[in-house]
């Protein structure tokens, strides 16, 4: 096991160095640095900056400097915002790992239980019903689903009964003006995270789903029926145990692609997390800021991925050979 | 083998020679009902869409400054944006380019997809390891904030659209062909075909790929699905197709700053 975790580590370095610095290249050659700069039209600022920042080097040597500083904690300071870029990453960081945590709590749990109802009673008129709501689920694109869900659970229930405030907020992550609490926050959360927490489950219940018919099927679970085992600790601890593997990867994958992923999300509440820095980032062409984010998304999602198959391995020894 | 009576795969064939038809793909199909009920929406999309100069009840872009936005109603089904324009309407004419735009980002990443992983698959060794790692950069960052990035170098005109998105597209198929051909590529025909003296171009042509139709027909489906979505996202985040031409996207884009404001 350490060794096959050690190799894997190993294996993913080369491709978060290749792969951060093709980004580095190619952000270094979609934006100018300097944007914001030229609008001076002043060609002493223009020169004194390019000499500062390098940018006349090579692009490895540029490539070099960056990662350098990078790895030793100074990720530089944003052209937008003029602050530096690190706090900005981390606060952005904790807000959307704070929205993922929850919405990765809640769809877990509700598509282990859908997915094993559904495989249960496979071909019954629930699991038709089910898979029915999970393509639902698949078909609505979360800006739309987001937005329905303002109207139908904010607004309309405000404009009906005449509060003065929505039950659910749809603007940011706390009140402004207003100490947090936890009923505040959690006002807050409520729309965001069941935006993201039905798209999630409508895929992994499909996931449990799949795996536990498979699981189902095999001999051992006849075998522990046939000798008496009473059904649903058949189902609980034998099935479910085996069908844990690929839906734990699907999850971890998932997860991680969601870091960065979460961009309509928080676009639509409002939210300041990791998807609002980019894009705000991105229109102002702060490639200072853009860098750092793609590298720290990328990496996590090597690591979760590194992750889930340490999981996969602990939880099916079949898999540990590799 | 030993059976006295001719295997039925050889006689057809040799009953009446080029005429007979492969086990009928349609009959297979019409079985599936949920198929079929998903086969005949989207061609009713596509004349709706396409043939919207006829089935549409307003022309495209009609204003009806008078009128302003009105709630739906018999005459304006849909209802109308701020400057009387009919929304069923324009959601067909928004429907041509978006659909046009999944169709062909569909067609092409398909396409290279299948091209990259059959030849991986097919060559094995250090053309498919390459091949492998690349797929695994496109893994690493999320393809929305890629898709971003590269339209705004780019300019978000609807061919770059389709360029970015299929050029971001076809890591999927490519890895499920691959998947396939490796297993493909051990099965007796292939080396049948081989001894019979096929080139390597030859049995992938003729050989391997007509056993992929299947996973191939269902990657197009999913992909024009998949297309329309990300089109949409886009569009909606302000990325992709920008009005004055309309797309589903940013029709939504431009209507979901209306929400939770007053009805007039």
Redesign the interface.
């Known amino acids: 096991m350490l060794r096959f975790t050690v190799r894997r580590l190993l294996y993913s370095l080369p491709v978060l160095l290749v792969g951060s610095f093709l980004l580095f290249w190619a952000v270094r050659t979609v934006f100018d640095p300097l944007l914001k700069l030229r609008a001076i039209r002043d060609p002493e600022v223009i020169a004194r900056e390019t000499e500062r920042l390098g940018l006349n080097d090579g692009i490895f040597t540029q490539y070099g400097r960056w990662l350098t500083g990078f790895l030793s904690g100074d990720w530089g300071v944003s052209s937008r915002t003029e602050g530096s870029v690190r706090p900005m990453i981390e606060s952005a960081l904790t807000v959307t790992l704070q929205l993922l945590v929850w919405g990765v709590v809640f769809a877990t749990i509700a598509a282990v239980l859908i997915g094993v109802w559904s495989a249960v009673r496979q071909y019954s008129f629930s699991d038709y019903a089910l898979t029915g709501l999970s393509y639902l689920g698949l078909a609505l694109p979360a800006f739309w689903f987001g937005l329905v869900l303002i109207q139908f659970l904010a607004v309309w229930p405000q404009q009906a009964f005449g509060w003065d405030k929505p039950a659910f907020f749809f603007i940011g992550l706390s009140s402004p003006g207003q100490d947090p609490s936890f009923i505040d926050t959690a006002r807050h959360m409520v729309l965001p995270v069941l935006t993201l927490t039905v798209g999630l489950v409508a895929v992994w219940s499909r996931f449990t789903r799949a795996s536990m018919l498979d699981a189902l099927s095999s001999d051992y679970v006849r075998t522990a029926r046939a000798k008496g085992v009473p059904r649903s600790r058949v189902v609980w601890n034998h099935a479910l145990r085996n069908a844990w593997g690929p839906l734990v990867t699907v999850v971890a994958l998932d997860s991680a692609l969601l870091i960065g992923g979460l961009l309509v999300t928080e676009q639509v509440f409002s939210i300041p997390g990791m998807g609002r820095l980019f894009l705000d980032s991105l229109l102002a062409g702060d490639v200072f800021v853009l860098l750092p984010w793609m590298v720290i998304t990328g990496a996590a999602v090597i690591i979760l991925n590194l992750l889930a198959d340490i999981a996969y391995g602990l939880l099916d020894p079949r898999v540990r050979v590799a | 083998m030993a059976s006295p009576e001719p295997s039925p795969t050889s006689a057809p064939a040799s009953a009446s020679g080029a005429t007979v038809k492969r086990p009928g793909f349609w009959r297979r199909f019409s079985r599936h009902r949920l198929a079929v009920l998903g086969a005949v929406i989207l061609a009713l999309l596509a004349i709706a869409c396409y043939g919207a100069a006829f089935v549409a009840p307003f022309p495209q872009d009609q204003q009806d400054l008078l009128l302003g936005p009105v709630p739906p109603s018999a005459e304006h089904w849909l209802g109308t944006d701020e400057l009387g324009r009919d929304y069923l309407s324009e959601i067909l004419y928004a429907g041509q380019l978006s659909l046009s735009l999944a169709i062909a980002v569909a067609l092409i990443s398909t396409a290279i997809g299948v091209f990259v992983g059959a030849v991986a698959g097919y060559r094995g060794g250090w053309v498919d390891d390459v091949f492998m790692?690349i797929t695994?950069?496109f893994?690493?960052?999320?393809?929305?904030?890629l898709l971003?990035?590269?339209l705004?170098?780019l300019g978000p005109s609807p061919v770059s659209i389709v360029i970015v998105l299929s050029l971001l597209g076809w890591t999927y198929i490519a890895r499920v062909v691959r998947g396939q051909v490796v297993s493909l590529r051990e099965r007796e025909f292939i080396d049948a075909a081989r001894v019979i003296g096929a080139t390597h171009q030859q049995v992938l042509m003729r050989h391997v790929l007509p056993n992929l139709s299947g996973v191939i027909a269902v990657n197009v489906a999913l992909a024009v699905?998949g297309a329309i979505?990300v089109e949409?996202?886009l569009s909606?985040?302000?990325f992709g197709v920008q009005p004055p031409q309309s797309s589903w996207g940013n029709m939504?884009?431009q209507a979901?700053g209306l929400?939770?404001t007053p009805k007039v």
């Open positions: 790692r695994d950069l893994l690493v960052v999320p393809a929305i904030a971003a990035l590269a705004q170098g699905a979505i949409s996202t909606f985040l302000g939504l884009s979901s929400i939770g």
